[in-house]
C-alpha cells in the first residue's frame, strides 16, 4: 500500500514539474486564467509591439500588488525574455484597495480581470523569436494562498514583409503611459527639446537667465562673431552635463545589464522616502526658506577672463543649478529613454540639452532678445510658492508607496528638516560673523542627522508577541484561564507610540508577560469599522484610546487601565499572576 502511494505521489509531482517546465500559451488554473497575446505577429524588424498577459482570476481571489505589503516579497511580477528583443518595463495597474482581517490592514491587490502590457522593440534580423514571460506571484483568498509560478510561451515571427497596420489590441486600451511608449520616435525626439526649453522657465533659473547672457556678451564686446561663438561654447558647457546623463545610461545597460528606470526604484521603500524628503527640501527652497548660491563664474562677479574654456565650464555649472527646480520633468523624459534602444535613448538625452542650451545660442546672437524678458518681480515669487505647494503634494503622493507604520515619522521628520532648512538660510545673514555662521549650520546639520536616525531608522522589533483582535480568541482564553491583555491603540495616536516606548518597550513588562502566560492582544482602531474599535464602544465602554484592559481569572470585571502613565500599575497586576504551568 505504502510502495502505491509513493508511485501516485511521484506521478502526481511529475506531472506538475513537466507542466511548468514547458511555456503554454495559456493557463486554466482553478483559481486563475491567463492568456499571452502579442499586439502583432508577425513583426517588422527594427519595430515597436506589445505583450498582453491577460488574467482572470476566480471570485474572491487576489494577487498581492504592493511589494512593500506582499508578504516574502511575493507580489505579482512579470519576466519577459526572447531572442533577438528588447523589452521595456510592464506596464502594470494600479490595483484595488483590500482589507485583510488577517492583519488589520488595507492592502493593494488585484482581482477580477486585469491586464498587463509589457513593450518591446524587434531586432534588425528576420527570424522566429521564442518570447516566454515568467510569471510569478502569491495568489490568495480568504481561507488559503496558493503560489502562482508559470511561464507562458509563444512563437512571435519577425519579417520584412509583416502587416502591422491592424493590431490585435488597440493602443487606446492600454492608456496613457503605453501611448507615450508608442510614440513616433520622430514625435518624442521633439518632446525631448521642448522638455528641454521648459528647464529655462523654472524658477531656479529665470533670475540668472539674463545675468548669464550679459557676462557672455560682455566678454566678447569686440565683435558679434565672438558673442556667438562665446554663446555656442557656453551651450557646449550644458550639453556636456546631459552627456554624462548619457554615458551613464549606457555604462549601466552594457556593463551591468541595469536598466535606469524609475519606476523599479520605486518599490524601494528607501529610495521613495528619499525622493518624498527630496520633494520636501526643493518645496522649502521655493518657499524661500534657503537659497543657492550661484557661483562667481555663472553670476560674472568673478574674473571676466574666462574666455572659451571659462564660458563651457559655466554652462555646465548652470545646467547643474538648473535642474533641482526641473526634477519631475527631467526624470520623466529620462525614464521613457531608458525603455528605448541606447541609440534612440542618448540621442533623446542629448536633444534635452540641446533643448535647454538653444535660448542662450540665440540671445547672445540677438541680445536686444533681453529687453523681451520680463523681468523678476511678485509674480515670480507667487510662481515660486505655487510650485512649492505643488513639489509637496508629489512628496506626500510617494509617501502612498511605503507601508502605513513608516508614513507618519517620514511627515515627522519633514518638520524636522523644514526647522533645519529654516536655521540654515534664516538664521544666517550675509553679515553674519563666520564663526557664528558656521555654528548655526553644524547644529542644523546634526539636528537632521540625529533625528534622521530617530524618526527615519527601522522600528525595534517588538520584545512582545502581539496577536491580531480576534473575540473567539480572546474568548477562548478566558475559557482556558489565561490572562489576557488588550492593547487598544490606533495608527493616529500620539499617546499610543508614547505607551509603546515607555510601558511596552520594557523588558521588565514584557518578561512578566511572557512568565505569566498572558495573551496580548493588539486590538487596533485606526477606523470606526474595525472590530476592535467596535468592541472599545460596546463592550469595554471606552471612549478613546490609549487604554489597556486585563482580562484576568481571579476578576470577574475586567481592569481598566487608561492613558500612557500606567506601568505602575500594570506591573502590580501582572505579578499577582501565577507563573505560566503553575497549578
Same mark, same amino acid.
Given at each position: 500500500?505504502?510502495? +502505491? ?43 515597436? *509591439? ?35 528583443? $528588447?523589452?521595456? +518595463? ?20 488585484? =482581482?477580477? =480581470? ?11 534580423? =528576420? ?27 509563444? +512563437?512571435?515571427?519577425?519579417?520584412? $514583409? ?13 492608456? =496613457? ?33 539674463? %545675468? ?13 562673431? #565672438? ?31 541595469? !536598466? ?38 555663472? *553670476? ?51 536633444? %534635452? ?20 524678458? @520680463? ?28 507601508? $502605513?507604520?513608516?508614513?507618519?515619522? !517620514? ?14 538660510? !534664516? ?9 557664528? /555662521? ?15 536616525? &530617530? ?20 474568548? $477562548? ?19 499610543? #507610540?508614547?505607551?509603546? /516606548? ?5 523588558? /521588565? ?6 512568565? /505569566? ?21 460596546? &463592550? ?12 484576568? @481569572? ?23 499572576? +501565577? ?5
Amino acid at each position: 500500500m505504502r510502495k +502505491k502511494d509513493f508511485l501516485l505521489f511521484s506521478i502526481i509531482t511529475a506531472t506538475l514539474f513537466f507542466s511548468n517546465a514547458f511555456a503554454v500559451e495559456k493557463i486554466d488554473d482553478d483559481f486563475v486564467k491567463i492568456e499571452l497575446f502579442f499586439q502583432h505577429n508577425p513583426i517588422a524588424p527594427d519595430s515597436n *509591439s506589445l505583450l498582453q498577459i491577460k488574467f482572470k482570476l476566480a471570485k474572491n481571489w487576489h494577487f498581492y500588488a504592493d511589494p512593500c505589503t506582499a508578504p516574502k516579497d511575493m507580489y505579482l511580477k512579470v519576466l519577459p525574455s526572447g531572442g533577438g528583443l $528588447s523589452f521595456g +518595463k510592464p506596464l502594470i495597474p494600479q490595483g484595488n484597495d483590500y482589507f485583510d482581517k488577517v492583519t488589520g490592514k488595507k492592502l493593494r491587490v488585484y =482581482s477580477d =480581470s486585469f491586464s498587463i502590457y509589457i513593450p518591446f522593440t524587434a531586432g534588425p534580423d =528576420s527570424r522566429i523569436a521564442d518570447v516566454n514571460v515568467a510569471v510569478k506571484g502569491l495568489a490568495c483568498s480568504e481561507q488559503l494562498c496558493q503560489p502562482a509560478l508559470y511561464d507562458l510561451g509563444k +512563437k512571435l515571427e519577425i519579417s520584412k $514583409s509583416a502587416d502591422m497596420t491592424r493590431p490585435a489590441f488597440a493602443i487606446s486600451d492600454i492608456g =496613457s503611459e503605453a501611448k507615450i511608449l508608442q510614440t513616433a520616435p520622430t514625435i518624442a525626439l521633439s518632446l525631448a527639446i521642448a522638455a528641454g526649453l521648459l528647464l529655462n522657465v523654472m524658477p531656479c533659473v529665470w533670475p540668472i537667465l539674463p %545675468i548669464i547672457v550679459m557676462r557672455l556678451v560682455g566678454q566678447s564686446k569686440q565683435s558679434k562673431a #565672438k558673442s556667438i561663438a562665446m554663446g555656442l561654447s557656453f551651450a557646449l558647457g550644458i550639453i556636456l552635463f546631459f552627456i554624462a546623463l548619457a554615458a551613464l545610461n549606457i555604462i549601466l545597460k552594457l556593463s551591468f545589464g541595469i !536598466v535606469f528606470q524609475w519606476g523599479d526604484q520605486f518599490r524601494n521603500p528607501a529610495f521613495v522616502i528619499a525622493m518624498a524628503l527630496l520633494m520636501a527640501t526643493l518645496a522649502m527652497y521655493m518657499f524661500g526658506l534657503f537659497s543657492f548660491g550661484i557661483p562667481a563664474s555663472v *553670476s560674472g562677479k568673478g574674473d571676466q577672463s574666462g574666455g572659451f574654456v571659462g564660458s563651457v565650464a559655466t554652462g555646465f555649472l548652470a545646467a547643474v543649478l538648473s535642474t533641482p527646480c526641473s526634477f519631475a520633468i527631467l526624470t520623466f523624459v529620462l525614464a521613457w529613454a531608458q525603455t528605448q534602444p541606447i541609440p534612440l535613448a542618448t540621442i533623446t538625452i542629448l536633444l %534635452i540639452g540641446i533643448g535647454m542650451a538653444l535660448p542662450y545660442v540665440i540671445l547672445t546672437a540677438m541680445p536686444k532678445l533681453l529687453e523681451k524678458i @520680463p523681468k523678476p518681480g511678485r509674480w515670480m515669487e507667487l510662481f515660486k510658492h505655487a510650485t512649492g505647494f505643488i513639489l509637496l503634494a508629489i512628496g506626500i503622493k510617494l509617501l502612498e508607496a511605503i507601508p $502605513s507604520a513608516k508614513i507618519i515619522p !517620514v511627515l515627522y521628520y519633514i518638520i524636522v528638516l523644514a526647522v533645519c532648512l529654516w536655521m540654515w538660510g !534664516v538664521w544666517v545673514q550675509y553679515h553674519t560673523p563666520k564663526t557664528k /555662521k558656521w555654528l548655526i549650520r553644524l547644529v542644523a546639520i546634526a539636528l537632521a542627522v540625529t533625528l534622521g536616525f &530617530i524618526f527615519l531608522s527601522e522600528p525595534e522589533k517588538s520584545l512582545i508577541d502581539w496577536q491580531p483582535y480576534d473575540a473567539q480568541v480572546i474568548a $477562548s482564553a478566558q475559557r482556558e484561564n489565561r490572562p489576557v491583555l488588550i492593547k487598544f491603540t490606533a495608527d493616529w495616536c500620539f499617546s499610543c #507610540k508614547i505607551l509603546d /516606548k515607555t510601558v511596552y518597550s520594557s523588558a /521588565k513588562i514584557a518578561e512578566l508577560i511572557k512568565q /505569566k502566560g498572558v495573551l496580548a492582544i493588539n486590538a487596533d482602531t485606526t477606523e470606526f469599522h474595525y472590530p476592535a474599535s467596535v468592541a472599545l464602544k460596546d &463592550i469595554y465602554k471606552e471612549p478613546a484610546v490609549p487604554v489597556t484592559i486585563l482580562l484576568l @481569572p481571579d476578576k470577574t470585571e475586567p481592569v481598566h487601565l487608561p492613558g500612557n502613565l500606567i506601568k505602575p500599575k500594570l506591573v502590580k497586576n501582572l505579578e499577582t499572576l +501565577k507563573n505560566k504551568g503553575r497549578l
